[in-house]
């Protein structure tokens, strides 16, 4: 409840600024609410539709193979962690899954807290101590436990509302500049127009994309943290400390690389999914 509420509060955050923006400039407050529901529209439609078909992405984008009977002793156990973490953490079961990289990588996702799919890479699997992957497993299940693919797409519906919703808002005012000062008062064109919608997109989905993953770096603190409870500190820490050992990252597609315990490296910061692992060591050491 939370969540949706922040999310109306947002909504309308957003529409009050609107409004009062296009009122200063003289636009018409109808069309703006009409452009309003019509970002809003695709912009938490798409993000519903990525998460509603999210299961099903990750296992054709991953080639994962889920577990229905266990081959051996490993995957029975891989099964049984799971299991007992998910009634800890006071979940369903969710479906287990192999898929088959050198990467020492993990991920979760799904569409709710009770229909969600943990899935680790064979690198992991065959690559870490038990004690390791019970850690990484812990912080898998406290993803879906917290809820953070919801949550997450919550906001990514906002910020594509915003993306949408701006684009627009700012080419129009451009137009309406180019039109003012123009004898014909024709404007910029179509073409024009659209070409400025497509530049803004791109730079107003940059810094939507800095928003995201602002939310996603918290999202794994707190799943380190919930790691921690549910496996033990020391295995969460030596977890972590396994991967900084482990082939570099990149095996995973970019669609899923935010999703996965180890995330891609960025040019910045700003645009990095999750912490530095030591960052996340350091965090668990002083909590």
């Known amino acids: 409840m939370l969540r949706i509420g922040l999310l109306i509060a947002t909504n309308l955050a957003i529409l009050l600024v609107a409004s009062i923006v296009m009122s200063l400039l003289g636009v018409s407050t109808s069309s703006m609410s009409g452009l309003l529901i019509f ?17 099903w992405m990750a296992k054709k984008t991953m080639g994962c193979e889920v577990i229905t009977n266990p081959r051996d002793n490993t995957e029975r156990w891989l099964v049984d962690t799971v299991a007992r973490q998910a009634q ?12 088959q990289s050198e990467e020492m990588n993990a991920f979760a996702t799904g569409p709710s807290k009770d229909n969600a799919l943990v899935a680790v890479s064979s690198g992991l699997l065959y690559g870490m101590t038990q004690d390791e992957i019970e850690g990484v497993l812990a912080h898998e299940v406290s993803h879906v436990a917290n809820g953070d693919m919801v949550t997450l797409t919550l906001i990514q519906g906002v910020v594509n509302t915003f993306v949408i919703f701006a684009a627009r808002v700012v080419a129009g005012i451009v137009n309406n500049f180019v039109a003012s000062n123009d004898e014909e008062g024709e404007g910029l064109g179509m073409f024009a127009y659209m070409a400025v919608v497509f530049v803004l997109d791109m730079l107003f989905g940059i810094l939507a994309s800095m928003v995201v993953a602002y939310f996603s770096r918290i999202r794994e603190f707190k799943a380190d943290e919930g790691a921690a409870k549910l496996a033990g500190k020391d ?9 900084k050992t482990g082939p570099e990252t990149g095996a995973m597609p970019a669609q899923m690389s935010a999703l996965g315990i180890n995330g891609k490296r960025s040019m910045t910061d700003f645009l990095m999914s999750h912490p530095p692992l030591e960052k996340r060591i350091n965090a668990l050491r002083n909590s």
Request: aromatic content about 10%; cysteine-free.
């Open 39 to 55: 970002a809003a529209m695709f912009g938490f439609g798409g993000a519903f539709i990525s998460l509603a078909i999210s299961k």
């Open 88 to 99: 800890q953490a006071g979940i369903k079961m969710p479906e287990v899954a192999i898929y």
């Open 235 to 243: 295995k969460m820490i030596a977890a972590l400390e396994r991967l």
